[in-house]
């Protein structure tokens, strides 16, 4: 399936890419789900993916609810733009090297259902007729549903395959 541009088919991507990813990392070894990755890369581990996905849910929702509240924000937090985006997600990986794997699991599957949940609130021309919403700018809120899921859950299932290839504990 081609990125989503229907609220049907963004909901069924989202699902099927996110049920895609916890059965790659169900189907690895606590060790491997644990270990350092073998590549140089800000994201080390399987917990860093899980918490980089969780954040980005978190920003979606609260730029969301922020201005269906009538409050104007950017979906990037201050003092970050769409240049500088690389290094707020570093301040993410920083924020959650104490954060344990287990939680970073239960955070992602609680944000994932949070954004399934806001999703549905929207009517399939809301989320992918261009200026719906003044505050999504030249984009749709469909499009930032989409790269908030689906297409950040194949990110991250590629990062994770790739550690799998290159993991030291090999296969169960």
Same mark, same amino acid.
């Given at each position: 399936?081609?990125?989503?541009?229907? !609220?049907?088919? =963004?909901?069924?991507?989202?699902?099927?890419?996110?049920?895609?990813?916890? $059965? =790659?990392?169900?189907?690895?070894?606590?060790?491997?789900?644990?270990?350092?990755?073998?590549?140089?890369?800000?994201? !080390?581990?399987?917990?860093?993916?899980?918490?980089?996905?969780?954040?980005?849910?978190?920003?979606?929702?609260? *730029?969301?609810?922020?201005?269906?509240?009538? @409050?104007?924000?950017?979906?990037?937090?201050?003092?970050?733009? *769409?240049?500088?985006?690389?290094?707020?997600?570093?301040?993410?990986? +920083? $924020?959650?090297?104490?954060?344990?794997?287990?939680?970073? @699991?239960?955070?992602?599957?609680?944000?994932?259902?949070?954004?399934?949940?806001?999703?549905?609130?929207?009517?399939?021309?809301?989320?992918?007729? +261009?200026?719906?919403?003044? *505050?999504?700018?030249?984009?749709? =809120?469909?499009?930032?549903?989409?790269?908030?899921?689906?297409?950040?859950?194949? *990110?991250?299932? @590629? +990062?994770? +395959?790739?550690?799998?290839?290159?993991?030291?504990?090999?296969?169960?």
């Amino acid at each position: 399936m081609g990125r989503a541009t229907t !609220k049907t088919d =963004l909901v069924i991507a989202a699902n099927e890419q996110f049920n895609n990813l916890w $059965k =790659l990392i169900d189907s690895m070894t606590d060790e491997q789900q644990n270990v350092t990755f073998a590549f140089e890369d800000r994201d !080390k581990n399987v917990r860093d993916v899980l918490v980089h996905l969780y954040e980005w849910h978190e920003l979606l929702l609260n *730029w969301v609810k922020a201005n269906r509240q009538g @409050k104007a924000v950017p979906f990037l937090p201050a003092p970050y733009n *769409w240049k500088t985006y690389p290094q707020m997600n570093v301040e993410f990986w +920083k $924020k959650h090297q104490n954060t344990p794997l287990v939680n970073a @699991k239960k955070m992602l599957k609680e944000s994932h259902n949070n954004v399934m949940n806001l999703i549905e609130i929207f009517a399939n021309d809301e989320l992918f007729a +261009k200026g719906s919403f003044s *505050w999504t700018g030249g984009s749709t =809120l469909g499009a930032y549903c989409v790269s908030a899921t689906a297409s950040h859950y194949d *990110w991250a299932m @590629k +990062k994770i +395959k790739m550690h799998v290839k290159t993991c030291p504990y090999n296969r169960k």
